[in-house]
């Protein structure tokens, strides 16, 4: 995966040429088939430099192998640029029309529609509708702000308090689990990149957290190792800005400086 970064115009490329124009909003609408692609890029995703909300999209299109362009942003231009987003909002993924697509979910789902170009398509049912609502709440909404925008030692004050929050949300997806190799059976689906996501989060300020001493949790942890190690993720995984590199989040927070 070649990625290119220049953030001295706001933009990050993922295999494809950065679009210039704003359009109309469109939805998202329920689906369970592959839409027909259109252009060579699948669009433009609009987000901080962040992983948050942005990195599930990012998971699907990597492990999908679709060619996703990026206008990545700073904290600082945000009052600037959320003036043109629908809802005001972001992650927003600009379609090859113009139109303007809100929501991770929605975006995450309409990703994993798209025909696979390296045949590797993920699956899209109810139970990873199920999966990336429940990944999509008030959890990765304070976690994200832990790592992406506080400072260190304020995040890792709060270590204790994701620890236990943690540790009780995911507990009914070691349940759901079960003895597959992914949510999705022999292969991965949409939601559960945004539930891998998630956990990476946490264990940022909970690096022990899948080491309890139980058989679901031995599961568990195999299922996120297992993620990590698949065909365009991996990749994707060691290409992407690093924790401490001072690249994503805002300076003096975990995923600009570390948390070391």
């Known amino acids: 995966l070649h990625i290119y ?7 990050c490329h993922i295999f494809g040429k950065e679009a210039n124009t704003l359009g109309k909003t469109t939805d998202m609408t329920a689906a369970t088939t592959p839409i027909p692609a259109t252009s060579s890029s699948v669009g433009t995703l609009i987000y901080f430099n962040f992983r948050a909300r942005g990195e599930p999209i ?13 206008n ?32 991770m979910n929605d975006i995450c789902k309409y990703l994993a529609l798209l025909p696979s170009p390296e045949g590797r398509q993920l699956v899209v049912d109810a139970k990873q509708d199920s999966i990336i609502r429940k990944v999509n709440g008030a959890l990765l909404h304070s976690v994200s702000h832990m790592t992406n925008l506080h400072p260190i030692a304020h995040a890792l004050q709060q270590s204790d308090y994701v620890r236990e929050k943690a540790t009780r949300f995911l507990q009914q997806f070691i349940d759901l689990l079960g003895a597959e190799n992914f949510f999705g059976g ?8 945004g539930l891998w996501l998630l956990v990476e989060d946490c264990m940022l300020l ?7 001493q139980n058989a679901g949790y031995d599961r568990f942890k195999q299922w996120y190792a297992r993620v990590a190690d698949l065909p365009g993720i991996s990749e994707f995984l060691a290409s992407r800005p690093q924790v401490g ?9 975990i995923l600009y400086s570390g948390n070391q």
């Open 206 to 212: 909970v690096p022990d957290l899948l080491d309890q």
């Open 72 to 103: 990545v942003f700073k904290m600082s231009e945000w009052g600037r640029i959320k003036r043109s987003m629908p809802k005001g909002q972001v992650p927003v993924l600009r379609l090859p029309d113009g139109a303007l697509m809100p929501e």
């Open 58 to 70: 990012r998971l699907v299109a990597a492990y999908a192998g679709l060619i996703l362009s990026q």
């Open 245 to 253: 590199e001072g690249t994503y989040g805002t300076p003096g927070s």
């Open 186 to 193: 022999a292969a991965p689906g949409y939601g559960e990149l």
């Open 5 to 11: 970064f220049n953030y001295e115009m706001g933009n």
